[in-house]
């Protein structure tokens, strides 16, 4: 009775698995960051209109952006990777456990 295992993977697969999930998690830390400028510069403007200032709101929501879109970058850069280092070890446990049932 054999049993057909999988080969593990290569270093190669491991290392180009591992660039583009870190390229991933920057390409999602790059959108959170834009939308926060957007919808700050778009509330700005709502705001502006509304009031009927010039442009005194859309400025102080574009600078207040920046502080908040860099802590949602590190939030969203920090959770996926926390995400990520759980990952492996979950399938793991996985693994073990199918391999007790069978012995």
């Known amino acids: 009775m054999s049993e057909n295992k999988p080969s593990p993977p290569t270093s190669t697969e491991v290392v180009s698995k591992t660039l583009a999930q ?47 879109s860099l802590g949602a970058m590190v939030y969203s850069v920090l959770r996926s990777t926390q995400a990520l280092r759980s990952q492996p070890a979950a399938q793991s446990t996985k693994k073990e456990d199918s391999l007790e049932k069978t012995h």
């Not at 960051?33 to 929501?61: C, K």
């Open 22 to 68: 870190g390229s991933l998690i920057g390409v999602q830390a790059g959108c959170v960051s834009v939308i926060v400028v957007i919808a700050a510069l778009v509330a700005g403007m709502l705001l502006d209109r509304v009031i009927g200032t010039q442009y005194i709101f859309t400025l102080g929501l574009l600078l207040l952006s920046i502080p908040v």
